[in-house]
């Protein structure tokens, strides 16, 4: 399973993005698609996640209300719309599917960054 993520970019504070996440395989039955990012210094941490359905759905405290994590089943790739962007958010997202539980991919990563 391969992973490409997109979208990330230079953007200023209140402003927003659109990551995209495009999988090489049918999401439809994957378990579970999320968005992680990575400042630099800190430790890798959940965004967000979107679980087989789309039923299910959770966000860090720290974007609620500001992120939208959605799924697209027909074009393979998951979204995650970043709006009032603040500079904290700045960091390399990632995407990543888990397959099954212990068999997760990653991609490779797209850039955010928030200015003041």
């Known amino acids: 399973v391969q992973l490409q993520a997109s979208g990330g970019g230079l953007v200023q504070a209140g402003g927003s993005l659109r990551l995209s996440c495009e999988v090489s395989?049918?999401?439809?039955?994957?378990?579970?698609i999320s968005w992680h990012r990575q400042a630099p210094g800190k430790q890798r941490e959940l965004v967000a996640i979107?679980?087989?359905?789309?039923?299910?759905?959770n966000y860090a405290d720290s974007v609620k209300g500001r992120f939208t994590i959605s799924r697209d089943n027909a074009k393979n790739t998951v979204y995650l719309q970043m709006n009032s962007l603040k500079p904290e958010d700045t960091a390399v997202y990632y995407c990543?599917?888990?397959?099954?539980?212990?068999?997760?991919?990653w991609g490779q990563g797209t850039q955010v960054t928030v200015s003041s």
């Open positions: 990543a599917a888990m397959v099954a539980p212990g068999d997760t991919y």
């Open positions: 395989r049918s999401i439809f039955s994957i378990n579970g």
């Open positions: 979107i679980l087989r359905g789309g039923g299910t759905i």
